[in-house]
């Protein structure tokens, strides 16, 4: 059994009446492609507590007067800027990992001037 499918236990109507919203409500929001519940080998719809919270949260967001067009672009905006955030999350990790690297040959190269480098005495000096 999938971590999805362990997931995704309630029926539609049980769905509808923990989230208030109707079965049909409900389709409509699928249609539209606003929420995606899983389904089993025969085709049965099956939500999680996940979904559930997404159709409430669908629902208030109707009820402010925002279309579901509109709804729709909100979660894929959400879903787009969430996945930014893991990406610059990445990138300063390498950021970090380059600064780090960088400091190192830097102590590397500052290592070998010192066996470069000769000191001259001061008798040395006032000859030239």
């Given at each position: 059994?999938?971590s999805?499918s362990?997931k ?14 109707h079965p ?14 899983y389904?089993?080998?025969?085709g049965t719809r ?6 559930i919270?997404?159709l409430?949260q669908i629902?208030?967001?109707?009820q402010?007067?925002?279309?579901l ?5 909100i ?12 990406e ?14 960088r400091?190192?040959?830097?102590k ?9 480098i ?11």
């Amino acid at each position: 059994m999938s971590s999805e499918s362990s997931k995704a236990i309630y029926f539609i109507s049980v769905a509808s009446t923990l989230s208030g919203i109707h079965p049909q409500t409900i389709r409509t929001y699928e249609e539209k492609g606003l929420i995606k519940p899983y389904r089993t080998g025969g085709g049965t719809r099956r939500y999680s507590q996940e979904d559930i919270d997404k159709l409430i949260q669908i629902q208030n967001l109707s009820q402010r007067g925002i279309n579901l067009d509109g709804i729709k672009i909100i979660y894929e905006m959400r879903d787009r800027i969430s996945d930014l955030q893991i990406e610059i999350e990445s990138l300063k990790e390498d950021i970090k990992l380059e600064k780090n690297q960088r400091s190192q040959s830097e102590k590397e190269i500052h290592k070998s001037y010192k066996n470069e480098i000769v000191k001259k005495s001061n008798k040395d000096l006032r000859k030239n």
